[in-house]
């Protein structure tokens, strides 16, 4: 008696396919650390050895002992813990107003809060130099002007510490408003009207009842405000060096001038790293807590106050914080762009096409720069991506037991300010081992590092929507993981990501930080030309430039939400 075959039952047989996932999750963690560990290692063998390669602390001692290297540590702990409060100050009402009252107009000021967001703190800190300069800004400029004062008496002076503090929260409050605003919506309606029942107010409910239940969010958000302010290079580079005090990051980019003390710069870039990586932890600890996490009411029971007569006060607020941060600063850098000078006012006498001109047909680095630009970009945006979409798929799905520790490997990046990777990758890639400095390979490695936590966050959450069930069939009819990926999952996924795709793109082409250490006269991006023209003080082709990046960055936006073959999906701060 024959048996009976699969093939002669006519029951399907499954072939037997070589599965790729295995040799890819090992690929993606020597990539991965690669770009992370080869960095850090680089800085630590900088920081304790000295010229002759010997091991030393003299370094760690020079930061204790030297006042020029202790005082910067102080300004930017001072400076960045102000920031957070000043941030919490203008996000906290401002999200209550948009999440829990009927003012109207509340998608508009999402927009507007976004569009800040999407602003590069730089190009807002040279917005505001045009602005509030204390001889040539154009607030002083209408205030002489009203009260007939001298050429030199000024109201405002953005180049203070606390000029810096409000120029840099303008465009970290973004990330306050955004977990405020969540945790707002998800405030138990029951418990504000138990208190409206027994006699309580609007301020007593907000103060007793709503503030508490929120103060989580409130206190993550500061912090992430806190350390996008202590990371920072661009804002104080362009507002506290003219007024002759260095932060910590301006500092480590001084000490690579010349002559170039790269032992001192590493080991001054190690404890910005610590905190760094502490204030992370204390975030994460804080959104985690059980208080957090079970906060929400009923879906859709959002409750919606009527001010009363205190709507005018709100949307005086309102226009005032929106004002300050969005539309003064957008319409100082489209009159700079448009006039001869700063200060005179932009009337058909004085409109001209000039800087437009010069910027695109007579300067000559801005064609490579944008060239540079745009590919690094693109670039950037489709290998992260890429990446971030396999890891993402590999850790979520447990593929093995070492999965959780590729998660770990894709958002270690996060914990890395971005002028202390620029100080590892000038070590790494400058030796005559891995020539790479001056190529634009090193500025993708460098984007690459800092842009994947983003992409890998987005499309590890996008994964959990997804049912393991659809995956489960395609390996029951003999597919691998991989063609499972490519044919099932990615094509559902899709929405995210173009998302993910948009937000590297878009954090690629503003980056400042790290890429100040990084680039040469080949390969020079938009960002440090706008950097460049600043200490030129060509604030008309900055803001040409400026405007540019920003439409760029709006559009990519705008068709990420609005292309019918996304679905709708949003883009937005998810840092952190």
Same mark, same amino acid.
């Given at each position: 008696?024959?048996?009976?075959?699969?093939?002669?039952a006519g029951?399907?047989?499954?072939?037997?396919?070589f599965?790729w996932?295995?040799?890819?999750?090992?690929?993606l963690?020597?990539?991965?650390?690669?770009?992370?560990?080869?960095?850090?290692?680089?800085?630590?063998?900088?920081?304790?050895?000295?010229?002759?390669?010997?091991?030393?602390?003299?370094?760690?001692?020079?930061?204790?002992?030297?006042a020029?290297?202790?005082?910067p540590?102080?300004?930017?702990?001072?400076?960045s813990?102000?920031?957070?409060?000043m941030?919490c100050?203008?996000?906290v009402?401002?999200a209550?107003?948009?999440?829990?009252?009927?003012m109207?107009g509340?998608?508009?000021?999402?927009?507007?809060?976004?569009a800040?967001?999407?602003?590069?703190?730089?190009?807002?800190?040279?917005a505001?130099?045009i602005?509030?300069?204390?001889?040539s800004?154009i607030?002083?400029?209408v205030?002489?002007?009203?009260?007939?004062?001298d050429?030199?008496?000024?109201?405002v002076?953005?180049?203070?510490?606390?000029?810096?503090?409000?120029?840099?929260?303008?465009?970290?409050?973004?990330?306050v408003?955004?977990l405020?605003?969540n945790?707002?919506?998800?405030?138990?309606?029951?418990?504000e009207?138990?208190?409206?029942?027994?006699?309580?107010g609007?301020?007593?409910?907000?103060?007793?009842?709503?503030?508490p239940?929120?103060?989580?969010a409130?206190?993550?958000?500061?912090?992430?405000?806190?350390?996008?302010?202590?990371?920072?290079?661009?804002?104080?580079?362009?507002?506290?060096?003219?007024?002759n005090?260095?932060?910590?990051?301006?500092?480590i980019?001084?000490?690579?001038?010349?002559?170039?003390?790269?032992?001192?710069?590493?080991?001054?870039?190690?404890?910005?790293?610590?905190?760094?990586?502490?204030?992370?932890?204390?975030?994460?600890?804080?959104?985690?807590?059980?208080?957090?996490?079970t906060l929400?009411?009923?879906?859709?029971?959002?409750?919606?106050?009527?001010?009363?007569?205190?709507k005018?006060? %709100? *949307?005086?607020? &309102?226009? =005032?914080?929106l004002? #300050?941060t969005?539309?003064?600063?957008? +319409?100082?850098?489209?009159?700079? $762009?448009?006039?001869?000078?700063?200060?005179e006012p932009?009337?058909?006498?004085s409109?001209t096409?000039?800087?437009?001109w010069?910027v695109f047909?007579?300067?000559?680095?801005?064609?490579l %720069? *944008?060239?540079n &630009?745009? =590919?690094?970009?693109f #670039?950037?945006?489709?290998?992260?991506? +890429?990446?971030?979409?396999?890891? $993402?798929?590999?850790?979520t799905?447990?593929?093995?037991?070492?999965?959780?520790?590729?998660?770990?490997l894709?958002?270690a990046?996060?914990?890395?300010?971005?002028i202390v990777?620029?100080?590892? *990758?000038?070590?790494?890639?400058?030796s005559?081992? #891995?020539?790479?400095?001056?190529?634009?390979?090193?500025?993708l490695?460098?984007?690459?590092?800092?842009?994947?936590?983003?992409?890998?966050?987005?499309?590890?959450?996008?994964?959990?929507?997804?049912?393991?069930?659809?995956?489960?069939?395609?390996?029951?009819?003999?597919a691998?993981?991989?063609?499972?990926?490519?044919?099932?999952t990615a094509?559902?996924?899709?929405?995210?990501?173009v998302?993910?795709?948009?937000?590297?793109?878009?954090g690629?082409?503003?980056?400042?930080?790290?890429?100040?250490?990084?680039?040469?006269?080949?390969?020079?991006l938009?960002?440090?030309?706008?950097y460049?023209?600043?200490?030129?003080?060509d604030l008309?082709?900055i803001?040409?430039?400026?405007?540019?990046?920003?439409?760029?960055?709006?559009?990519?936006?705008?068709?990420a939400?609005r292309?019918?073959?996304?679905?709708?999906?949003r883009?937005?701060?998810v840092?952190g």
């Amino acid at each position: 008696m024959t048996a009976i075959t699969g093939i002669d039952a006519g029951i399907p047989t499954r072939r037997i396919t070589f599965d790729w996932s295995r040799p890819i999750f090992v690929l993606l963690t020597v990539i991965l650390a690669v770009l992370v560990v080869l960095p850090l290692g680089w800085l630590g063998y900088y920081a304790v050895t000295d010229q002759t390669g010997s091991l030393s602390l003299a370094n760690f001692r020079a930061l204790v002992t030297d006042a020029t290297l202790r005082r910067p540590f102080i300004v930017a702990i001072t400076m960045s813990l102000s920031v957070g409060a000043m941030s919490c100050v203008i996000a906290v009402p401002l999200a209550w107003i948009v999440a829990r009252t009927d003012m109207p107009g509340r998608t508009v000021v999402r927009g507007l809060v976004m569009a800040s967001f999407v602003t590069p703190p730089f190009l807002g800190a040279i917005a505001w130099e045009i602005l509030a300069a204390p001889n040539s800004g154009i607030i002083n400029a209408v205030y002489r002007w009203l009260f007939g004062l001298d050429p030199y008496e000024y109201l405002v002076d953005i180049y203070t510490l606390s000029g810096l503090v409000f120029a840099i929260s303008c465009y970290t409050f973004p990330y306050v408003f955004t977990l405020v605003t969540n945790a707002f919506e998800r405030v138990p309606t029951e418990l504000e009207e138990a208190s409206a029942i027994l006699g309580g107010g609007l301020w007593p409910t907000l103060r007793k009842v709503t503030i508490p239940l929120v103060l989580p969010a409130m206190l993550a958000g500061s912090l992430i405000a806190i350390l996008q302010a202590l990371t920072m290079f661009g804002s104080p580079a362009i507002l506290a060096l003219p007024a002759n005090f260095h932060v910590i990051t301006t500092k480590i980019w001084s000490l690579f001038q010349y002559p170039p003390k790269p032992g001192l710069a590493a080991a001054a870039a190690l404890p910005l790293l610590l905190v760094t990586i502490l204030l992370l932890w204390t975030q994460r600890r804080i959104l985690g807590r059980r208080g957090y996490t079970t906060l929400g009411g009923k879906s859709g029971s959002v409750r919606i106050t009527v001010l009363g007569r205190w709507k005018w006060l %709100a *949307l005086g607020f &309102t226009v =005032l914080i929106l004002s #300050l941060t969005v539309l003064m600063p957008y +319409a100082a850098l489209v009159k700079t $762009a448009l006039t001869r000078t700063v200060a005179e006012p932009l009337t058909l006498e004085s409109f001209t096409l000039h800087h437009i001109w010069f910027v695109f047909f007579e300067f000559s680095a801005t064609q490579l %720069a *944008l060239r540079n &630009t745009f =590919l690094l970009g693109f #670039l950037t945006a489709t290998i992260g991506t +890429a990446i971030a979409l396999v890891v $993402a798929y590999l850790v979520t799905r447990g593929t093995s037991r070492a999965a959780p520790y590729l998660g770990y490997l894709a958002t270690a990046p996060i914990a890395i300010p971005g002028i202390v990777l620029g100080v590892g *990758l000038f070590l790494s890639y400058s030796s005559p081992i #891995l020539p790479l400095y001056g190529t634009l390979w090193i500025l993708l490695i460098a984007f690459l590092t800092i842009e994947m936590p983003a992409g890998y966050q987005q499309l590890s959450s996008a994964f959990k929507s997804v049912h393991v069930e659809l995956e489960e069939a395609g390996r029951i009819l003999g597919a691998t993981r991989m063609t499972t990926l490519r044919t099932i999952t990615a094509p559902l996924l899709r929405s995210n990501v173009v998302a993910a795709w948009c937000f590297v793109f878009i954090g690629t082409i503003r980056e400042l930080s790290a890429t100040i250490l990084l680039t040469t006269a080949d390969t020079k991006l938009v960002s440090v030309i706008i950097y460049d023209l600043n200490e030129s003080g060509d604030l008309g082709a900055i803001s040409v430039l400026g405007i540019m990046l920003l439409m760029v960055s709006f559009a990519v936006v705008f068709l990420a939400n609005r292309l019918p073959l996304l679905g709708g999906m949003r883009v937005g701060p998810v840092r952190g």
